[in-house]
């Protein structure tokens, strides 16, 4: 399992790397289902701290808590899985995120265009506060 879980996050680097600048790749809801498990994934919730507190990916960090200081937040290993997400496929406001982890050297960083929404819809469990 764990063989595989290195294979998807390499595919993802690789996936990344060809998405051009300022395009992220899109993580599969499993493939972060399995990152999250692992321990191998740095998720940042976009969607506002009001939002944060009612509902978050488990885990996740709050953007607009750690916007200014998002360095603090990120582990010191860059190449690490960072995942942006915001509310949904339609929004884009995760870029912020993921920009920002970029700018920061971060080579690794992804989106999860199926947001907080998505997250849910699949019955998954949320953080609150």
């Given at each position: 399992m764990k063989i595989l879980l290195t294979i998807a996050v390499a595919l993802a680097t690789i996936v990344a790397a060809q998405a051009g600048p300022g395009k992220y790749a899109d993580i599969s809801h499993d493939s972060l289902k399995e990152a999250i498990a692992a321990g191998t994934v740095i998720l940042i919730d976009v969607n506002g701290t009001k939002s944060y507190e009612k509902g978050?990916?488990?885990?996740?960090i709050d953007f607009q808590a750690y916007k200014a200081d998002l360095a603090d937040a990120l582990?010191?290993?860059k190449d690490a899985l960072v995942v942006a997400y915001c509310a949904n496929k339609h929004c884009g406001a995760y870029q912020r995120a993921a920009k920002m982890a970029v700018d920061l050297g971060y080579t690794n960083v992804a989106h999860?265009?199926?947001?907080?929404?998505?997250?849910?819809?699949?019955g998954e469990a949320v953080e609150n506060g």
């Open positions: 978050h990916i488990p885990g996740a582990p010191a290993d999860y265009s199926r947001g907080i929404e998505g997250w849910k819809e699949a």
